[in-house]
């Protein structure tokens, strides 16, 4: 298994541009989170799917971010527009979830780095 | 309300000392607790669970329930152990995979 992929690895933009981060999940997972790193925050969880439905977005920072999960094989964290405080590396985890298994720890993918100018 | 506290923001050693990295937590249950680990420029990926009480390259967990805390511990720190490393917490019976993370303390090993 490939594990959690994510792309771009590196995104540099201008202030005001539209940026989409995207993630693949692990096959069979049930759940997937978006997560936002920062030397000052620490990790942020932004938002997480269940089955492919939001269940928490508390974490999204402002309307400017939107993620969506069209399918169990595919999400995207949008940003519109950007400004340089957005800049992070945002992290993709997914975890098996569903009943029963409880204790399941999520799997990262490598991250993206944006870098808003 | 669930809550992980990591109190040292960095933290650097020298070769050969010990090293205890500091998590305390607060939860309304009982919690499962986590190590995560990230080493530069790589994804997280777990090094610790509670539940499986194992030892992973000679780091072990120290869970006090009286003092809530769950703190990470090596007797002889390596250079390959400087990362970042993050507490977690999960709600016992949770089935939604949903962690909740320290901010995470730097570690350092000087040589």
Redesign the interface.
Known sequence: DAGVIQSPRHEVTEMGQEVTLRCKPISGHNSLFWYRQTMMRGLELLIYFNNNVPIDDSGMPEDRFSAKMPNASFSTLKIQPSEPRDSAVYFCASSPGGRGIGYSPLHFGNGTRLTVT | AQRVTQPEKLLSVFKGAPVELKCNYSYSGSP?L?W?VQYSR?????LL?H?SRESIKVFTTDLNKGETSFHLKKPFAQEEDSAMY?CAL?G?????????????TQLTVWP
Not at chain 2, 42 to 46: D, E, F, G, P
Not at chain 2, 93 to 104: A, D, K, N, P, Q
């Open positions: 499962e986590f995560y790589q994804r997280l990926q777990l669970r539940i993050y999960s016992r019976g949770s089935t939604l995979g949903r962690l909740y993370f320290g901010r995470g």
